[in-house]
């Protein structure tokens, strides 16, 4: 017998499940009208009257029947008014307390709403009437489960679902819309803790919006940033607390002029607040990273912009959108200083002005401001990771032969690379530089080797957010031969035209000819420069990060110490050089 198709067998087990449940209702009905007729016979037979009347009325009089109609309407009253009751909580009750927060397990009024017919193995759920169609889940799930349907994310493949939880993890809104079932519950990156205003709880009059904030997305981060400074401009008015005089003193101080801090230079200058923008590389670096012909998307869709900067498009070319915020910039004239790193930010106890310290990169020259108000507009972009660690510069990782951000890739098309990290980052990296028709290409002979002109170092893994599709491509190209893959293997030490390379399992090292090297292993998070500023994040996050930095630190110690025997007789003489034959 031909076996049903998945959405037929669903059908056909609702309808069965339907009919029981009627079949059950109706028997529960006649056993209750059964046992009210044999009621009525046995009063009929106690209550022995004279009266016809009565016994026509089952030996009752007028006012006994009165009495059972009424009973018997208030009753029905009664669990009309508390089912009524119950479906309105219902409604008005947030998912989430519904939601078991140990088993990751929806509540029988969700699970069949929107899960009635899932599997019993691990799979997300979304519930739609709490979706607002930003599209982070699909970016962020690495197995392509989910896809767009009418602006509401459908998942389309729940049995390619590994119980990664990441697309649960980056859902934006509150209550989560996407919830991972039978999954462990995720464990989302914590971040400092900000009120209504996006001012920091533990130290007050300083902001923090966009990425150091936990609110990533262009349009969301550039929302915040013009919000915050209508909150500064109306407070500092409130208050009559404008600075007029000294030339060091300002309104507000914004560090960091990514979109969000950009927003926030540009609604401070049309506000006629004095202000102070600082970038320690240049404006809008963070777009600059990405290849010119890469897709941005302005998510959520259904959220309006209220900045400054156009956002008009649901999406476009990153070479188009940057070319309109600097027009932008340009008429608006909005000034910012750049090339101009943030040392440190202080509060005197006794004043209400915070004191900012800079260093301009030319020169190494410091510079002192005064301001009301700070805002930290941080992008986890902004202080990329080194190659030798949390804080740590690898011997030889110089700017001129390691860079951190591939925004031309025709820059290198005649030079041998080697890409290190296994993020999308990375990964789109090294799918662009082989894309290239004119790219410097492998000789037959050493196609294999370790003399390919394109090299992708994945150390631990590809990251859980590289989606699938991204995989694919790469294993193409490696198939191909345009791509050499290191698995589990770091980078140990730079010399002059190569690079040693060394696997993690086996300790063996490898010696790379190498022009450049591209580091794109993701950012440190700022948090010993918000901890000197008096804004922590929860404690176990800072413990765990800590004890990494320390395990890291030995780790590396104990590589150096062990390896600098095998390293000198591979990389002869100082300084260490490499010319392949």
Same mark, same amino acid.
């Given at each position: 017998?031909?076996?049903?198709?998945?959405?037929?067998?669903?059908?056909?087990?609702?309808?069965?499940?339907?009919?029981?449940?009627?079949?059950?209702?109706?028997?529960?009905?006649?056993?209750?009208?059964?046992?009210?007729?044999?009621?009525?016979?046995?009063?009929?037979?106690?209550?022995?009257?004279?009266?016809?009347? =009565?016994?026509?009325?089952?030996?009752?009089?007028?006012?006994?029947?009165?009495?059972?109609?009424?009973?018997?309407?208030?009753?029905?009253?009664?669990? @009309?008014?508390?089912?009524?009751?119950?479906?309105?909580?219902?409604?008005?009750?947030?998912?989430?307390?519904?939601?078991?927060?140990?088993?990751?397990?929806?509540?029988?009024?969700?699970?069949?709403?929107?899960? @009635?017919?899932?599997? @019993?193995?691990?799979?997300?759920?979304?519930?739609?009437?709490?979706?607002?169609?930003?599209?982070?889940?699909?970016?962020?799930?690495?197995?392509?489960?989910?896809?767009?349907?009418?602006?509401? =994310?459908?998942?389309?493949?729940?049995?390619?679902?590994?119980?990664?939880?990441?697309?649960?993890?980056?859902?934006?809104?509150?209550?989560?819309?996407?919830?991972?079932?039978?999954?462990?519950?995720?464990?989302?990156?914590?971040?400092?803790?900000?009120?209504?205003?996006?001012?920091?709880?533990?130290?007050?009059?300083?902001?923090?919006?966009?990425?150091?904030?936990? +609110?990533?997305?262009?349009?969301?981060?550039?929302?915040?940033?013009?919000?915050?400074?209508?909150?500064?401009?109306?407070?500092?008015?409130?208050?009559?607390?404008?600075?007029?005089?000294?030339?060091?003193?300002?309104? @507000?101080?914004?560090?960091?002029?990514?979109?969000?801090?950009?927003?926030?230079?540009?609604?401070?200058?049309?506000?006629?607040?004095?202000?102070?923008?600082?970038?320690?590389?240049?404006?809008?670096?963070?777009?600059?990273?990405?290849?010119?012909?890469?897709?941005?998307?302005?998510?959520?869709?259904?959220?309006?912009?209220?900045?400054?900067?156009?956002?008009?498009?649901?999406?476009?070319?990153?070479?188009?959108?940057?070319?309109?915020?600097?027009?932008?910039?340009?008429?608006?004239?909005?000034?910012?200083?750049?090339?101009?790193?943030?040392?440190?930010?202080?509060?005197?106890?006794?004043?209400?002005?915070?004191?900012?310290?800079?260093?301009?990169?030319?020169?190494?020259?410091?510079?002192?401001? +005064?301001?009301?108000?700070?805002?930290?507009?941080?992008?986890?972009?902004?202080?990329?990771?080194?190659?030798?660690?949390?804080?740590?510069?690898?011997?030889?990782?110089?700017?001129?032969?390691?860079?951190?951000?591939?925004?031309?890739?025709?820059?290198?098309?005649?030079?041998?690379?080697?890409?290190?990290?296994?993020?999308?980052?990375?990964?789109?990296?090294?799918?662009?530089?082989?894309?290239?028709?004119?790219?410097?290409?492998?000789?037959?002979?050493?196609?294999?080797?370790?003399?390919?002109?394109?090299?992708?170092?994945?150390?631990?893994?590809?990251?859980?957010? /590289?989606?699938?599709?991204?995989?694919?491509?790469?294993?193409?190209?490696?198939?191909?031969?345009?791509?050499?893959?290191?698995?589990?293997?770091?980078?140990?030490?730079?010399?002059?035209?190569?690079?040693?390379?060394?696997?993690?399992?086996?300790?063996?090292?490898?010696?790379?000819?190498?022009?450049?090297?591209?580091?794109?292993?993701?950012?440190?998070?700022?948090?010993?420069?918000?901890?000197?500023?008096?804004?922590?994040?929860?404690?176990?996050?800072?413990?765990?990060?800590?004890?990494?930095?320390?395990?890291?630190?030995?780790?590396?110690?104990?590589?150096?110490?062990?390896?600098? /025997?095998?390293?000198?007789?591979?990389?002869?003489?100082?300084?260490?050089?490499?010319?392949?034959?």
């Amino acid at each position: 017998m031909e076996k049903p198709q998945p959405q037929l067998q669903s059908r056909l087990e609702s309808q069965s499940d339907l009919r029981s449940r009627l079949q059950s209702q109706w028997r529960c009905q006649l056993a209750l009208t059964m046992m009210f007729l044999m009621l009525l016979v046995i009063v009929n037979q106690v209550f022995d009257a004279t009266s016809s009347l =009565a016994r026509f009325l089952g030996g009752l009089p007028l006012f006994g029947w009165a009495g059972v109609i009424g009973f018997l309407t208030v009753a029905a009253l009664s669990f @009309a008014w508390s089912d009524a009751r119950r479906s309105r909580l219902l409604l008005e009750e947030p998912p989430e307390k519904f939601v078991d927060p140990n088993k990751q397990e929806l509540c029988k009024e969700l699970n069949d709403k929107y899960d @009635a017919n899932g599997p @019993a193995y691990p799979h997300p759920v979304i519930i739609e009437d709490r979706c607002i169609g930003c599209g982070a889940c699909v970016r962020a799930c690495p197995h392509d489960v989910f896809t767009m349907v009418d602006n509401i =994310a459908k998942p389309i493949a729940r049995d390619q679902c590994m119980q990664d939880t990441s697309c649960q993890a980056v859902c934006p809104t509150t209550p989560v819309a996407c919830i991972v079932v039978h999954a462990p519950k995720p464990k989302p990156r914590p971040f400092p803790i900000c009120n209504d205003q996006f001012m920091s709880e533990q130290v007050s009059g300083c902001y923090l919006i966009g990425d150091v904030s936990g +609110r990533s997305q262009i349009k969301n981060a550039a929302n915040e940033g013009a919000t915050v400074i209508k909150h500064i401009a109306n407070e500092l008015n409130s208050q009559e607390r404008r600075t007029k005089h000294s030339e060091n003193e300002y309104d @507000a101080a914004i560090i960091g002029v990514g979109p969000a801090g950009l927003s926030a230079a540009i609604r401070a200058e049309r506000l006629k607040l004095k202000y102070v923008a600082i970038e320690q590389h240049k404006v809008l670096s963070t777009l600059e990273a990405y290849p010119q012909d890469k897709d941005i998307l302005f998510r959520p869709d259904d959220l309006k912009p209220c900045s400054d900067i156009p956002m008009d498009r649901p999406r476009d070319k990153c070479g188009n959108i940057l070319a309109m915020w600097r027009d932008e910039i340009k008429n608006s004239g909005v000034r910012i200083r750049e090339k101009e790193s943030c040392k440190a930010v202080t509060k005197a106890k006794d004043d209400a002005y915070f004191e900012i310290i800079t260093e301009k990169r030319e020169n190494n020259e410091s510079r002192s401001y +005064r301001a009301l108000r700070v805002i930290l507009a941080l992008g986890l972009r902004g202080t990329p990771m080194k190659l030798g660690g949390p804080g740590k510069t690898l011997e030889g990782e110089t700017e001129d032969r390691v860079r951190y951000k591939l925004s031309k890739p025709g820059e290198f098309k005649d030079k041998r690379m080697l890409i290190v990290g296994g993020g999308n980052s990375a990964v789109e990296a090294a799918l662009a530089l082989a894309a290239q028709s004119d790219r410097l290409k492998p000789d037959n002979d050493i196609r294999d080797g370790d003399c390919h002109p394109l090299s992708l170092v994945v150390r631990n893994g590809f990251t859980n957010d /590289l989606a699938f599709s991204t995989k694919q491509r790469l294993y193409e190209k490696v198939d191909k031969g345009e791509i050499k893959l290191y698995w589990d293997t770091g980078v140990k030490e730079i010399c002059e035209g190569a690079v040693v390379l060394t696997n993690q399992h086996t300790h063996k090292e490898t010696v790379v000819p190498n022009d450049y090297i591209l580091a794109l292993i993701g950012g440190d998070f700022p948090t010993k420069f918000l901890e000197k500023i008096g804004i922590t994040i929860p404690h176990a996050a800072r413990k765990k990060g800590r004890l990494r930095e320390s395990l890291s630190s030995i780790s590396s110690f104990l590589k150096r110490g062990l390896g600098r /025997l095998s390293v000198s007789s591979r990389c002869p003489n100082s300084p260490r050089s490499f010319k392949p034959k």
